[in-house]
């Protein structure tokens, strides 16, 4: 009886696609754009197309300009080394490939220097909605655009020199929450309403409607050590997303010295995501139904 062929996992192979490449000590690889099959290229602009539409009525009028700038569109994965000529002129930002997440330290000494990290893989068919792992669709679609954007480019850049330094203080969880409330699932205010300018949300169709139009959630004025004692999770939507005033308040919150931050942090108690603090201001206390709903 002749062996079965194997069955060709492509979800694994794809995801892996780069596992036999040589890694940098940055942890950087060769992009290899060429490499890319014309469905990887397919599933790119069918995920463009989808999250552009959700976006257009939802994202912040800085993302929306940035798209434009940068003209990111669905012709295809973008070569990161052509985006880089695009973005490096107007912020000095670059993106660079590497296969997955990498470490802290590396991840810090990347953005402090104006380098973004992208994954170069993209996600498999079979997980078109939702994945773990950050892909290229995630990383370049969610991320990338506001990085032409001055002021949002200082306050990475800061947010990079600043994990640095938390590393030294033994407080990563904490500022990975603050990445996690705002260059993930942050919302700000635009006008008079709220618009979307977390990557995690905005490369996600169905998070980028929730975050913004579901009664679930909580929603609350960012408060830079509230957020720092926040908990979260990341398999599922958030429950309580933080508001910012503006990408000039973030930055001006990140370019301060946080050491009297994380004196103050010392022996504070930690926050549940569905919970409430006496001192936050609500804009919308949720329901919570969508979680209750799972239980
Ligand atoms: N690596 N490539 C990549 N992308 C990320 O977003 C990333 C990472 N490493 C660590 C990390 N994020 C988080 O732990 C940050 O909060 C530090
Ligand atoms: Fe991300």
Redesign the pocket.
Known sequence: MAQAAPVMDTAAEEKNRYKNYKRNADYTIDQDWQSYSAAEHDRWDRLFARASEVLETRACPEYLDAMRTLKLSESGIPDMKKLSEKLSPVTGWQVVP?T?????EI??DHLANRRF?A?AFIRPESEMDYLEE?DIFHDIFGHVPLLANPVFADFMQAYGKG?QRAMQRGMLKN??RL??YTVEFGLVRSGDGLKLFGAGIMSSATESVFALESASPHRVRFDLKRVMRTNYVIDDFQKTYFVIDSFEKLREDCMQDFASIYDALEGASVIEPHELAPEDEVITRGTLEYFDAQT
């Open positions: 590497v997955d997440l990498v470490p802290d991840f810090f990290p994954g950050p994990g500022l990975a990445y996690w």
